[in-house]
């Protein structure tokens, strides 16, 4: 089982009837039916949904990004679509753009995949920066302009990317722009021993992730379900003492001497945002220390840039992150 982000208790303990938890762990029993493992990875993206964030999901080719992300939105019955990042990718290829119509001497705007309600960006980076940054308004405003007119997104509209790691070929470095508005970004490992042979054995019996129909997955929760959920997360308690904590360690990553980075206030409140969702899924109505400190290093892990010396001498982003946090003070 992948230790990104730690199953919520409530979820593993199949929440009462009636209680928009039961839809959610349907919605996380139903991935399963597709996708062995990345218990992790589910969490972070039901977090996401919570939350209205996007996230953006890190590992080598084959760990079942792409079927993930799937396989959520055909338990949400969500409008999904799907863009290969390429090198040769054009904004307007994403966007959207303005097409001349010879019938009527009018330019008419033909919409792109972004108008979704969860759009896959599969390899977002294997596309040069211009093409990514297509995406930065309609990840913060989620709206897209074009010609000065804005266009809105549907509701839910949420951005699931997948990227190899950097150090792969033919792959290019989002713009820490891009980066800071994701609310989280998780690393997919690859499967345990066990966790394998599970996924063999499903595909030795005739399982096909190209047809999760016939895999048996299917709508188990709706946008209704999702928006009760989102209703109840917003009336989760976080104390005077908690914010402070928050405050505490993204102080503390600006001022470590491995980083010539640290989180700014937009990754505050995202640490936040996650730590309420977490908190609600867990079964609780108020963050514990323990809730930031799950969501610490998903939600800051790719806002913070280490010192090229640093990167030489072998540390990583986690490793700093998880120095800061056993270094700042726990909150009684």
Known sequence: MSSEVPPATALVT???????RSALAAVRAEVGKAVV??????????IALLCQGHVLLEGVP??????????????????????Q?????????????LIYD???????????????NLMLADEINRT??????????????????????????PVPFLVAATQNPVEYEGTYPLPEAQLDRFLMKLTVALPERDEEIGILDRHAAGFDPRDLAAAGVSQVASVADLDAARAAVKSVRTSTEIVG???????????????????????ATALLASSRAWAWLSGRDYV???????????????????RPEAELEGVTADGVLEGVLASVVVPR
């Open 14 to 20: 199949a929440p009462a009837p009636g209680d928009p």
């Open 37 to 46: 493992g990345q218990d992790g990875a589910v969490t972070g993206l039901l």
């Open 62 to 83: 084959g760990v079942a990004k792409t079927l993930l992300v799937r396989s959520l939105a055909a338990s949400l019955a969500l409008d999904s679509k799907r863009v």
């Open 85 to 97: 990042f390429t090198p040769d990718l054009m904004p307007g290829d994403v966007t959207g753009s």
């Open 102 to 116: 010879a019938r009527t001497s009018q330019f008419e705007f033909r919409q792109g995949p972004v108008f979704t």
């Open 128 to 153: 040069p920066p211009k093409t990514q940054a297509a995406l930065l308004e309609a990840m913060e405003e989620r709206q897209v302009s074009v010609e000065g007119v804005p266009r809105p997104l």
């Open 245 to 267: 904590y928050i405050v505490d360690i993204c102080r503390a990553t600006r001022t470590t001497a491995s980083l010539q980075l640290g989180v700014s206030p937009r990754g």
């Open 288 to 306: 514990t220390p323990d809730d930031v400190k799950a969501l610490g290093r998903p939600a800051f892990r790719h806002r913070i840039q280490l």
